[in-house]
């Protein structure tokens, strides 16, 4: 089972500023395979990247993924109010299980 | 607007059975493989199990394996879950989940390998 480990396990930031999240496998996994998940409190977690770094349908351009092998990234630009939330990266690899990271949490400073 | 419904979820005693549903709508069901994803309290997001679009394949996570199935129904548009022998691990909130395509079907580009569609979701609370 490829483990998926997020860091950090939260970020305090301000709106306006720019940040970068991590998520490392424990084996490498097809760019692909690999997508990440803004989850708010109460709600069911929305697509925001698939294939590492493609944008899912209406999703801002200041979301942007990159990434390769054992070592994936969102970036967010410019945080809106709306983007503080869990964010969370998961990967299909060439068989199930299925696996997500534990989540960075993002919120206001 | 493409949907996912769930339903069925309650409180359940330790070695008790619930059954899941979830009803699809404005969509192909048939045409996408499905999955199960679970949230217990305050904690991240698992993969449970998943289905192939005409059902034929199934695949679970080992914590799940011998206990709970999955399938579902075509015309109905529906998606089922049925969990047996429920632990108070199995405590969570529990999402329908939609691939972008049919990863089973013999033909998936990677733009398939995606959870696009997600139900709001469905509390199964197991505890005496």
């Known amino acids: 089972e490829i483990v998926l480990t997020q860091s950090p396990g939260t970020l305090s930031l301000s709106p306006g500023e720019t940040v970068t999240l991590s998520c490392r496998a424990s084996?490498?996994?097809?760019?692909?395979?690999l997508g990440w998940y803004q989850q708010k409190p109460g709600q069911a977690p929305r697509l925001l990247i698939f294939?590492?770094?493609s944008r899912a349908t209406g999703i801002p351009d200041r979301f942007s993924g990159s990434g390769s092998g054992t070592s994936f990234t969102l970036t967010i630009g410019r945080l809106e109010p709306e983007d503080f939330a869990v964010y969370y990266c998961?990967?299909?690899?060439?068989?199930?299980?299925?696996?997500f990271g534990q989540g960075t949490k993002l919120e206001i400073k | 607007e493409v949907q996912l419904v769930e339903s069925g979820g309650g409180l359940v005693k330790p070695g008790g059975s619930l059954r899941l549903s979830c009803v699809a709508s404005?969509?192909?069901?048939?045409?996408?493989?499905m999955n199960w994803v679970r949230q217990a309290p305050g904690k991240g997001l698992e993969w449970v199990s998943a289905?192939?679009?005409?059902?034929?394949?199934?695949y679970y996570a080992d914590s799940v394996k011998g206990r709970f199935t999955i399938s579902r129904d075509n015309p109905k548009n529906s998606l089922y879950l049925q969990m047996n022998s429920l632990r108070a691990e199995d405590t969570a909130v529990y999402y329908c989940?939609?691939?972008?395509?049919?990863?089973?079907?013999?033909?998936?580009?990677?733009?398939?390998?995606?959870?696009?569609?997600w139900g709001q979701g469905t509390t199964v609370t197991v505890s005496s």
């Open positions: 989940v939609r691939d972008r395509g049919d990863l089973y079907s013999g033909y998936a580009p990677s733009y398939y390998y995606a959870l696009d569609v």
């Open positions: 404005e969509f192909s069901f048939s045409s996408y493989s």
């Open positions: 289905i192939s679009g005409s059902g034929i394949y199934m």
């Open positions: 084996q490498s996994v097809s760019s692909s395979y």
């Open positions: 294939g590492a770094s």
């Open positions: 998961h990967q299909y690899g060439t068989s199930p299980p299925y696996t």
